[in-house]
T-cell receptor, first 114, second 115 residues
Framework: NAGVTQTPKFQVLKTGQSMTLQCAQD?????MSWYRQDPGMGLRLIHY???????DQGEVPNGYNVSRSTTEDFPLRLLSAAPSQTSVYFC?????????????FGSGTRLTVV | GDSVTQMEGPVTLSEEAFLTINCTYT??????LFWYVQYPGEGLQLLLK?????DKGSNKGFEATYRKETTSFHLEKGSVQVSDSAVYFC??????????????FGEGTQLTVNP
């Protein structure tokens, strides 16, 4: 089925470890983004990309890196995990960045940092 | 900056009751407005959208009208079902030539429908 695929679904990290959350879409969408979901705070934008080779920061970018070498993939890297990064992470894509098309979300990665 | 405010939850209703979830927004430009739904353990799914003032979005019995004069986009359903139990997010998107588009979410409203 076409859509946004995120891996892994669950992950436990120790403080200071690094890891990469994977996101891939097969809809040829130009726009991709990463959000984190925390109780009572809705979803907050971490980083986004309007096309291959182009990335920019969102609302809460500190502690995270992204790259966009292909249209399909948009990995999110945690450089040195902290307990404050315990959250559910969602990747989303859209046909264009204009937003009026709506966004397709992955099923999420639940990350716990101990 | 852009922001979305949803009515506080959680909301608990009996089956076949009428549902309203309030959503108001502030935006620097001309936003598109969305309602997303999140079922337990899943990602967000687009429920409905409206891209300009007075547009009505509808899907699966849910409706919302883009009210520019009151900066609102309230979600309604005439008769809820147990299967509608989920978290509902109101969101807006404003396009900026320099910054691209950002989707701004409300806090989410947990809906529980009892049989």
């Amino acid at each position: 089925n076409a859509g946004v695929t995120q891996t892994p679904k669950f992950q436990v990290l120790k403080t200071g470890q690094s890891m990469t959350l994977q996101c891939a879409q097969d809809m040829n969408h130009e726009y991709m983004s990463w959000y984190r979901q925390d109780p009572g705070m809705g979803l907050r934008l971490i980083h986004y990309s309007v096309g291959a080779g182009i990335t920019d920061q969102g609302e809460v970018p500190n502690g995270y890196n992204v790259s966009r070498s292909t249209t399909e993939d948009f990995p999110l890297r945690l450089l040195s995990a902290a307990p404050s990064q315990t959250s559910v992470y969602f990747c989303a894509s859209s046909r264009t960045g204009r937003g009026s098309y709506g966004y397709t979300f992955g099923s999420g990665t639940r990350l716990t940092v101990v | 900056g852009d922001s979305v405010t949803q009515m506080e939850g959680p909301v608990t209703l009996s089956e076949e009751a009428f549902l309203t979830i309030n959503c108001t927004y502030t935006a620097t430009g001309y936003p598109s407005l969305f309602w997303y739904v999140q079922y337990p353990g899943e990602g967000l799914q687009l429920l409905l959208k409206a891209t300009k003032a007075d547009d009505k979005g509808s899907n699966k019995g849910f409706e919302a009208t883009y009210r520019k004069e009151t900066t609102s986009f309230h979600l309604e359903k005439g008769s809820v079902q147990v299967s509608d139990s989920a978290v509902y997010f109101c969101a807006l998107s404003v396009w900026g030539a320099a910054s691209g588009s950002r989707l701004t979410f409300g806090e989410g409203t947990q809906l529980t429908v009892n049989p």
